[in-house]
């Protein structure tokens, strides 16, 4: 009895888990509603940390911090990424949760998939994530895909570009005003 009652107390804690994602995004490029369908079953345990943050309000009025043309637009620093914070550290913060050993699949880097950040090591990877404007095949297996756009590739086309070759946005940056999870 004792294993059952702390099994539903875990599922209890667990937040509702849906299969996608919806990012409404505002600023000087992209205004509209970006849907994400989550790989809970490629990669379950970066699909469910991109849940747990968005049902915690984390990603809420996080900044694109790295936008480069042909390549990516990324996001998710709930540490420093926010909104009215010091933008030149945005990008080197994750959550207070632990990184998360990778979880690579053959799924390939094409437009709209959507994988999750990292630094050098392949299990650093924490809150951060990009979405794909274009192929990237040097990223396939190298970095765990935990989704997908299914409706708004649009908007992700007009997210404010950065400059140089680390892609940084450089004034107003475009931003993530909330993240909520959709059946």
Do not use: C, W
Not at 17 to 23: D, G, K, P, R
Not at 88 to 101: F, K
Not at 140 to 146: E, F, P
């Amino acid at each position: 009895m004792r294993k059952l009652v702390s099994i539903l107390a875990l599922v209890a804690a667990t937040p509702a888990f849906a299969t996608s994602l919806a990012l409404d995004i505002e600023g000087e490029g992209a205004n509209g509603t970006v849907t994400i369908d989550l790989f809970e079953d490629v990669a379950p345990q970066h699909a469910e940390r991109i849940a747990t943050l968005a049902e915690e309000g984390a990603y809420d009025d996080v900044v694109f911090h790295r936008v480069i043309e042909g390549f990516m637009a990324q996001t998710g620093d709930v540490e420093f990424g926010k909104m009215g914070g010091d933008m030149r550290m945005a990008g080197r913060g994750g959550s207070d949760m632990p990184d998360l050993e990778a979880e690579f699949s053959d799924i390939a880097f094409e437009r709209g998939v959507v994988g999750m950040a990292r630094s050098q090591s392949p299990d650093s990877a924490n809150s951060q994530f990009f979405i794909m404007f274009e192929p990237g095949p040097f990223l396939n297996g190298q970095y765990t895909v935990v989704g997908e756009v299914t409706d708004g590739m649009d908007v992700v086309d007009a997210i404010k570009r950065g400059e140089g070759a680390n892609g940084a946005v450089i004034g107003q940056p475009d931003r993530i005003t909330e993240a909520r999870l959709i059946e």
